[in-house]
C-alpha cells in the first residue's frame, strides 16, 4: 500500500521499518529531519512536513507524542489536511498510533469527517520498543470497520495481536487506558517489590528467578525487575510518557457518570509517577518511578 507514516520516535521508526519491510510504499516525516535517515536508507522517501508526506496518498500512521502533537501533525499550519486528497474514493484514513487522550480522539474523527471527508482509526499499541523492532505489537483498534479493514495490512506489518475494539472513535485509546492502569501498578508493585527484598538482604536474582515463575509473575516482574537490580534505566518507555497516560486515565474517570467510583491504586501510581518525573526522571524507563524513594 502507498502509505505515509509521521513520527519516528522510539516506537514510530521501528514501525515503519517493517511496513518497508513487508513491501509498502512509505513516505516518512519527523519533525527532526535526521531521524528520517535510517527510514530513507531502507526505502522510504522523506518529507519535510506533514502536508507533503500525504500528498497523493488516501492513508497515513501516526506516531507522536501526546494529542496536541496529533492535533499539530493533522490540523495544524503544515498539517495533513493541507496535502491529503479531499475527494475521491476511497476515503483518506487516519491511523493514530499514539497514545492520546479518547476525547480529543473523538473530537478528531469528528473535525475530519465533517470537514474534510475522512476516516479516523484510533490505534494505540503495546509491547514496547521491542515489539515495535520485532513486529509483535499488541494493537487495540476504535473506529469504523471501512478504516479498520482498510488499515489492517500495514497493522499486520507491525503487530501480530490486532483487536477492533469497537465502531466508536476512542474505544482503542479507552483500551489504551486500561493496559497502562496495568502497566503502571504492576511496574509499581516490580520495584517495591525488589527494593523491599534487597532491604531484606536477598539475592534478589534467585527471588526473581524463583516468583516469575508462580503465581507473582508478570511481564513487568519479568523485564523490568532485573532492571532495576542492574540499575539499568535506558528509555524504551518514557516515565512522563506513562504521566501523559494517567492523565487521560484521570481525564476519563471525572468523564464518569458515577462521580462517587473509586480508584485508590490508580491515584497512588499517579501520585508516585507524577512526584518522579518533577524530580527528573521522566526520560528514564518506566521503572525509574520508584528513584524517588531511594
Ligand atoms: P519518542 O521516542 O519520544 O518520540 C516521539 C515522536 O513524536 C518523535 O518522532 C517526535 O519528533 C514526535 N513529535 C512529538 N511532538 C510532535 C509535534 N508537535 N509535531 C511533530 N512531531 C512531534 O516517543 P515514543 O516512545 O516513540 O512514543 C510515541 C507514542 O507511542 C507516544 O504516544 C507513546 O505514549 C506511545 N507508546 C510508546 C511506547 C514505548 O514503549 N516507547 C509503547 C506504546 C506506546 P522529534 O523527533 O522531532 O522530537
Redesign the pocket.
Known sequence: MEIAFL??????APMAANCIKAGHDVVVY???PE?NEPLVKLGARAAATPAEAVRGRRMTLI???ASE?VE??IFGENGIVHGMPQSGEPPFVVVD????SPIATEEFAKRLKNDFGALYLDA???G??VGAQQGTLTVMCGGPLEAFERARPVLEAMATSITHIGTRNGDGQKAKIINQVVVAINCLATDEAVRLGQALGLDMDKVLSAITKGAAGSWSLQNLGPRWLAGDFEP???LR?LL??LGYCSESIDHLEDKNAEYPAIWLALGIVARAVQAGYGDENIHAMEKIFE
Open positions: 513520527g519516528m520516535g522510539l516506537m514510530g519527523n519533525r527532526t531521524k506516531c507522536v507524542e502533537d499539530q501533525v498510533h499514539s497514545t492520546i494505540p499499541v503495546s514496547g520498543t524504551g518507555f518514557r510518557h501523559k497516560d
